[in-house]
């Protein structure tokens, strides 16, 4: 245990004033592993976190993944061997991939938690599947996926066809693969709904845009656009204005909850999102593996969908009942 000398204390034995230091713990030191600190939704795991590292008085420092999975691994093994820190969160870039250096970091006694994806081959088991991974503050990507694409099925209801557009983050990541999957077996049960396209948007509008662009080259006809991810949906509504589409004309549906698009759908351009709450997910996290670290149990796994206080879609309908209502991250 690392103690530390911090305040002198003072009392009287055989009527003589003697001062004796008095030990205090050090503050627990946590590394914040994001998939990218330069993404807004990495970040609001962070601010999360930040906040309430400030209430328990520990120390939390971030690294920057940069949407590398290879980086990432390497800089689990770097936390490990720096010895500086006493526990660790990851998003992880690849939650398969990372798997055996987060095994290696549990057992070289760090407290390991995961945000957003739960570690390990099967992404839709929310227990622990790496030995000595503390808590998982993740959902079954699928089960948001499914939502995402019932919500357009629900729109296509009177269009046939109904041609549908697919923004994917990267499909090299199994995450994502999982989300896009489950969009083709959602819609395979509805004959009129046709993908007629999917790119992948890489969580950033600028990489969206020139998918879009894309896209509407070969497929000018367009009904609706799901993408897993609210970003993407700037440059996705960029590229739609530039070949003709009115403001609203297409459905668009993302995921996250950021600010960016509430707004958009405050003012009808963008249908719908999948609700998320990456500042509440950061806050837990930190929170079970504090807990974790002073000898107590923490949670095994923490739904996100239990920190959230809206529907898991969000619509129009339900911001315009709750005007007041804000984000948790910008975009």
């Not at 713990?25 to 990218?36: E, K, M, N, V």
Request: net charge negative.
């Amino acid at each position: 245990m690392k103690l530390r000398f911090a305040l002198l204390t003072s009392f009287a034995v055989a009527g003589v004033a003697t001062a004796l230091p008095a030990m205090a713990q050090d503050p627990f030191r946590i590394a914040y592993l994001a998939s990218s600190s330069q993404n807004g939704y990495n970040q609001a795991i962070y601010a999360g976190i930040q906040e309430a590292a400030a209430a328990k008085g520990v120390e939390v420092e971030i690294f920057d993944g940069a949407f590398d999975s290879t980086k990432q691994f390497s800089q689990v093994e770097d936390v490990v061997a720096g010895g500086r820190f006493d526990a660790l969160i990851v998003t992880p870039n690849d939650s398969v991939g990372i798997a055996p250096a987060l095994e290696d970091a549990a057992a070289a006694g760090l407290t390991v938690a995961s945000t957003l994806f739960p570690i390990g081959s099967d992404l839709t088991n929310m227990e622990p599947q790496v030995p000595g991974l503390t808590t998982t503050v993740a959902a079954n990507p699928a089960i948001g996926a499914k939502a995402q694409a019932d919500a357009v099925v629900d729109y296509c209801a009177d269009k046939d066809p109904c041609r549908v557009a697919v923004i994917i983050g990267q499909l090299i990541y199994p995450f994502d693969n999982l989300r896009n999957e489950t969009y083709k077996e959602v819609f395979a049960e509805h004959a009129n709904i046709q993908i007629v396209a999917t790119g992948e948007g890489n969580y950033d509008p600028d990489t969206a845009l020139t998918a879009m662009q894309d896209i509407l080259q070969a497929n000018p006809e367009i009904d609706a656009v799901l993408s897993n991810a609210d970003q993407p949906l700037i440059g996705v509504e960029i590229a739609l204005n530039d070949f003709g589409y009115n403001p609203g004309e297409v459905y668009m549906i993302g995921g996250g909850l950021n600010q960016i698009t509430i707004d958009a759908i405050r003012a009808g351009k963008v249908a719908a999102t999948l609700a998320e709450v990456p500042h509440s997910m950061g806050e837990a996290a930190l929170e079970a593996v504090v807990t974790t670290l002073e000898g107590g149990t923490a949670p095994t796994w923490i739904d996100p969908f239990e920190l959230s206080t809206t529907p898991v879609i969000v619509t129009k309908e339900w911001l315009d009942a709750n005007p007041d209502f804000v984000g948790e991250w910008q975009g």
